[in-house]
């Protein structure tokens, strides 16, 4: 890694842009670098004296008086005498509400709607950094009792460790991504030369289509015992939906348990 990336490094990590795994694994560099440990606790030091000693400005009493002045009401104004509301337009003003109630309703629908694809997108680029990166794993592992203890030690609430090999998924290993500012398990599944993104969150409303395709990209959604499991691949949206009947069959047959 250059000089350049350290001080790129370095800064995301003052700035609280690096996820778990990789603030980890720059707090391994800082205990085998000190010139980049000297640095980082330089800059840190600077942030801290620079926060603490700072003070905002503050505008002039005369200015925050004409301020006052300026928002207080003028006392030559006089109310003027309410005039009736000619019947038309009052029907006019209930049709209004009645729109504004529907609409309310319909927008409610659509946030719920957006909030999901938001979700969608991020566990999608999760899955594609992973991807590009060329190591879609923190952990790389074929045995679920190497993987699962793993989680364990990260999670009070290790999510469940299936492995379907002999179904053609074979378990690949786990990693940690950020979800919502809070560490979220990812297991990582194999289906020939494609990879498996099983994301286990806690569950929240019922998905509103348990099966969805983005940017090429198939998506499976299924709850199990309070929790939400999101399935993403880039494999046949067919082999995806056997991958969610196998898992969810395995759960309910042979729950997973504690190793």
Excluded: C
């Amino acid at each position: 890694m250059t000089a350049v990336d350290d001080i790129l490094l370095t800064q995301a990590a003052l700035d609280g842009e690096l996820d778990a795994a990789d603030m980890l694994d720059f707090e391994h560099r800082l205990a085998g670098n000190a010139s980049l440990a000297a640095e980082y606790g330089r800059l840190k030091t600077l942030r801290d004296v620079m926060r603490r000693e700072l003070v905002k400005p503050v505008a002039p009493q005369a200015l925050r008086d004409r301020i006052a002045r300026m928002a207080a009401p003028s006392p030559s104004i006089t109310p003027r005498a309410p005039r009736a509301v000619p019947p038309w337009r009052a029907m006019a003003a209930s049709a209004v509400l009645a729109a504004g109630l529907g609409s309310a309703t319909t927008w409610l629908t659509l946030r719920a709607s957006l909030q999901e694809t938001t979700l969608a997108g991020t566990l999608i680029a999760d899955h594609k950094r992973g991807l590009l990166s060329g190591q879609p794993f923190d952990i790389a592992s074929s045995d679920r009792h190497t993987v699962k203890p793993w989680f364990a030690t990260r999670f009070a609430l290790a999510p469940k460790v299936l492995d379907f090999a002999a179904q053609g998924f074979p378990l690949a290993g786990g990693r940690i991504d950020v979800i919502g500012g809070a560490p979220t398990p990812v297991l990582i599944y194999r289906h020939n030369e494609h990879y498996i993104s099983l994301t286990a969150l806690p569950e929240r409303a019922a998905p509103s289509q348990p099966a969805f395709n983005i940017e090429g990209y198939s998506v499976e959604v299924w709850r199990d015992g309070g929790t939400e499991y999101w399935a993403i691949s880039d494999a046949d949206p067919a082999a995806l939906s056997k991958f969610r009947q196998l898992f969810e069959a395995a759960s309910k047959t042979a729950p997973d348990k504690s190793d």
